[in-house]
DNA sequence: CCGCATCCCGCTCGATACTG
DNA sequence: CAGTATCGAGCGGGATGCGG
């Protein structure tokens, strides 16, 4: 078994499938963007955090844009939004079971980008 | 060992240090962009290619975008260039063995890809 | 055949101010 | 406390034409 053999999962016919919609290019595109792995990484080390903690945790982030990023987890599935009714309102977001499904996969990128840069 | 302490490869301290520079960063930067993936998913398919082949191959994408894919996937380490000065010109591009060992991380990202889309 | 140079556009992201 | 609303800059990427 060749490394070349895990690539054809998504590489099995003449013309790259992933030029169109392919599983490889969603679960990129779903980490994406600018924040989503500093989020994920301070939720897995802290576990569930709420809003502002999040926020303060994460430097440079801002409101805009941490919002946005917490809905798009949230819509992925790999984040969950507990809202406590409380006074002051409470908020906190934690990883769900698909996110610890993906960070042994994130675990061994790392390895792979530690390598790299050398 | 939980899901968990995959991550704490990266994530070891109290403020996530993914933030500034971190080896997940630095991987997912160099297969990001819209083409660095499909150019990789038809070398591996292909062997080496030519680069008019090779642009066939891809549709859609352009001269320009792919010229600067594959210079910076030379950079990065992940292609290597072969210039043939015959007549005409032959020039073929190939995956390295850093690329090789990134290949079954992308086929592990690829499951759970699929897994996620339902 | 294998690129490079240039111009331009859309979209992500940042800054700032405001609200339930 | 936990977000929204709006505006604008910057950058990745597309189109076109040229060069070794």
Same mark, same amino acid.
């Given at each position: 078994m060749s490394a070349s053999d895990h690539l054809?999962?998504? =590489?099995? $016919?003449?013309?790259?499938? =992933?030029? $169109?919609?392919?599983p490889l290019s969603t679960a990129l595109g779903i980490i994406g963007g600018k924040w989503k792995i500093p989020i994920l990484c301070a939720l897995n080390y802290d576990g569930p955090t709420r809003y502002n903690a999040l926020r303060k945790k994460?430097?440079?982030?801002t409101n805009t844009m941490l919002v946005t990023s917490l809905k798009e987890l949230e819509a992925d599935g790999l984040v969950l939004r507990t809202q406590y009714n409380e006074m002051p309102l409470r908020v906190e977001y934690k990883l769900t079971e698909n996110t610890n499904n993906l960070l042994p996969i994130l675990g061994n990128l790392t390895v792979w980008g530690k390598e790299i840069e050398n």
């Open positions: 054809n999962h998504f =590489c099995s $016919e003449n013309i790259c499938p =992933c030029q $169109e919609k392919c994460i430097k440079g982030v």
